[in-house]
């Protein structure tokens, strides 16, 4: 159902030791959309996408996805759920080529196991095959089936953020993170990152992203939220958000922003 949230974080609290990274964080990702979640260097968007996928334990509140409690499931059952994510690190297999870096990001998804794949070989076949079908439809949303076959080593350092994209999109996720998808990327990869994500978002996948570029995060998301010294400090539209004092404060500081 359109604008249900799909993602909640409830009061989420997190410390480090005696450090309180945040506090009463509460975010509402609504389904089919993309929301973006930007703030000041060390205002802990990190450690808010480690605690949606589970790499980090909250120390207080709760994480719903789908409608059910993930705050206490381990990281490859989030994924299963329907959470997939790119790193801010590029994570690809740069001896494998495009195609087989997408494939692998399908396998935990394919019903056959190794057994399957020697007492049915014929099933096993027609299910890589699938794959690989599928695996040149989620290069060609990137814009990168014309070089399926390639080492992903060839690819420059934007293609292969795009790989990484595809491949996160391997697991048919419900809720897509992206940790600073366009970082390193020049004005033109970044101007075609965004039409293709805007066309996955078409597709009918909801994104959650970070990101520092604000001509990006501005012309892509619906909706945007703020995090400044690990507190929730505004919520809104782009428009809202451009226009919000505490926001503006907390980027320029105080005397600038007046
Ligand atoms: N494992 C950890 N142990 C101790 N402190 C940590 C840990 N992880 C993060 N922090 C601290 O938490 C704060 C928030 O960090 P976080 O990486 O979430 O911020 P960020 O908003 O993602 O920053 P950036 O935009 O620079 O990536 C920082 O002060 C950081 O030093």
């Known amino acids: 159902m359109q604008n249900q949230p799909l993602l909640q974080l409830n009061n989420i609290s997190k ?4 450090l309180h990274v ?6 509402s990702v609504p389904q089919g959309e993309i929301f973006g979640l930007i703030g000041p260097n060390g205002a802990g968007k990190t450690t808010v996408l480690n605690l949606i996928t ?10 719903t996805f789908a409608g059910e409690d993930i705050g206490k499931i381990a990281p490859h059952k989030i994924t299963e759920r329907g959470i997939a994510r790119t790193f801010q690190n590029i994570r690809v297999f740069k001896e494998m080529t495009l195609l087989e870096n997408v494939v692998v990001g399908m396998h935990d998804h394919m019903d056959y196991g190794f057994a399957g794949m020697l007492f049915n070989l014929g099933g096993y076949r027609k ?8 695996a040149l439809e989620l290069l060609s949303w990137v814009r990168l089936d014309h070089k399926a076959q390639m080492l992903a080593d060839s690819l420059s350092y934007g293609e292969q953020r795009k790989l990484e994209l595809a491949r996160a999109l391997a697991t048919k996720p419900k809720l897509l993170l992206l940790d600073e998808p366009v970082a390193g990327m020049n004005p033109s990869e970044k101007t075609e990152l965004m039409t293709e994500i805007l066309n996955i978002k078409q597709r009918g996948f909801s994104i959650f992203m970070i990101e520092h570029d604000m001509r990006f995060v501005m012309g892509l998301c619906d909706r945007i ?16 958000i451009k226009n919000n004092q505490e926001v503006i404060e907390a980027y320029l500081g105080k005397e600038e922003a007046a």
Do not use: M, W
């Open 15 to 18: 410390s480090f030791g005696g």
């Open 22 to 27: 945040l506090q009463d964080v509460n975010l």
């Open 54 to 63: 589970g790499l980090l334990r909250a120390s207080g509140g709760s994480i």
């Open 127 to 134: 299910c890589e095959a699938q794959a690989r079908e599928r």
């Open 225 to 240: 939220a703020v995090l400044n010294f690990g507190r929730i400090i505004a919520e809104g539209t782009p428009e809202q």
